[in-house]
C-alpha cells in the first residue's frame, strides 16, 4: 500500500484536480495513506477527511505554509521563501483558520500588484494588458489560495505564452511580489498550538521553494537546520519527487541523528499526475499512529 502525504486540490489551491478526483485517483492507484496540503487554506480538510474514509483510505490533514527564513550568512542576510507542511491539527483551531483567512486575502492584493506589473511588460512589448474582467476571472477560477500559477494559466489561456513554465520564466518572475511574511517561528507556533506537527518541505528542491536557494551543499543546509530552525521542526520532508537518492538517504540520516519525523509526498498538482509516484516507506505512516499494511 501507498503513501502520499503531499498533494494539491483545486478546490482549495493551485492543483489541476478537484478534490473529488483527488481522492478517486488516489484510491486507484492504492495510496492507502494521503495528506490534501493545499497552500495557506484548510477549507477542504473536512471533506477530504470525509471522501478519504469512504474509499477505505486513511487521512492526514494537512497544509503548506509560506514562510519567509533568512539567514545572516548567505544572501546578504535576504529572506528566501521556504514552506513548511503541517500536519495532524485540529482544522477547526480558531487562530489557525483566522490567520490562513488572513493570508488568502493578501494573495488577492498581491494577485493585482503583480497584474499591474505585468500590465507594464506586456505594454511594453506591445502586447494587450490583461483587464480587470480578467482579474475578476482569475479570482473566479481559484477556488483556493489564489497564486501566480492561476496567472499563468490565463496566460496560456490568452494565448500570451505556451506553458505555465513559459509564464513564469518570461513575465512571473520578473513581475513578482513578495508574499505575506510568515515566520517560521509563527507558522510553527500556529500549528503546534493546534495541536499539529511541523514539516519541512522539500529541503533540497532544486526548483521550488527549499534551501537551495541559500546552498546547494547538503552539509550547509543540515548546519542551518540545526543551527537556526530545529526548535520549530517536528520533522523532515526526505522523500520528494524531486529528491535524488543522496539527498533522501542524507536527510534521512539527519532526521534520524536529531529525532526528527521523516515524511515523503509526491508534492503533485497533477500536471502530470504522479500521486503515489514517491516511495514512501510504511514506517512513516507509524509514526502518526497510522498503519497501512
Given amino acids: 500500500m501507498k503513501i502520499d502525504l503531499h498533494i494539491h486540490s483545486r478546490d482549495c489551491s493551485d492543483g489541476k484536480m478537484a478534490l473529488s478526483d483527488i481522492i478517486t485517483e488516489a484510491a486507484s492507484r492504492g495510496v492507502g495513506l494521503l495528506s490534501v496540503t493545499d497552500h495557506d487554506n484548510i477549507d477542504c480538510q473536512e471533506r ?24 545572516a550568512d548567505y544572501r546578504d542576510g535576504k529572506a528566501v521563501s521556504l514552506d513548511l507542511l503541517g500536519y495532524q491539527y485540529d482544522y477547526g483551531n480558531a487562530a489557525l483558520n483566522e490567520k490562513l483567512h488572513e493570508l488568502r486575502e493578501y494573495r488577492k492584493v498581491r494577485a493585482e500588484r503583480i497584474l499591474e506589473k505585468l500590465n507594464m511588460e506586456l505594454i511594453r512589448k506591445g502586447l494587450a494588458p490583461f483587464t480587470q474582467e480578467d482579474m475578476a476571472a482569475i479570482q473566479e477560477t481559484a477556488e483556493g489560495a489564489l497564486g501566480r500559477p492561476h496567472i499563468a494559466d490565463t496566460m496560456v489561456e490568452k494565448g500570451v505564452v505556451k506553458t505555465r513554465q513559459e509564464a513564469f520564466d518570461s513575465y512571473l518572475v520578473g513581475c513578482n511580489v513578495p508574499k505575506m511574511p510568515v515566520s517560521l ?57 524531486r529528491h535524488d537518492r543522496e539527498t533522501v538517504a542524507a536527510y534521512t540520516a539527519f532526521a534520524r541523528a ?36
Avoid at 552539509?219 to 542551518?224: G, P
Avoid at 500536471?271 to 497510522?290: C, H, K, L, N, R
Fill in 48 to 71: 477530504a477527511e470525509v471522501l478519504a474514509t469512504n474509499t477505505g483510505a486513511q487521512y492526514l490533514c494537512g497544509v503548506e505554509l509560506n514562510i519567509a527564513f533568512s539567514h
Fill in 185 to 241: 517561528e509563527e507558522a510553527s507556533d500556529l500549528i503546534r498550538s493546534a495541536g499539529g506537527k511541523t514539516v519541512l518541505a522539500h529541503p533540497n528542491d532544486p526548483n521550488g521553494t527549499s534551501l537551495v536557494k541559500l546552498t546547494s551543499s547538503l552539509r550547509e543546509q543540515h548546519d542551518i537546520i540545526r543551527g537556526h530552525m530545529l526548535p520549530y521542526l517536528d520533522g523532515i520532508e526526505c522523500w520528494h519527487s
Fill in 258 to 293: 536529531e529525532g526528527l519525523l521523516v515524511t515523503g509526498g509526491s508534492d503533485c498538482h497533477q500536471q502530470p499526475v504522479i500521486m503515489g509516484t514517491v516511495d514512501v516507506p510504511d514506517f512513516v505512516a507509524a509514526q502518526f499512529g497510522y498503519d497501512i499494511r
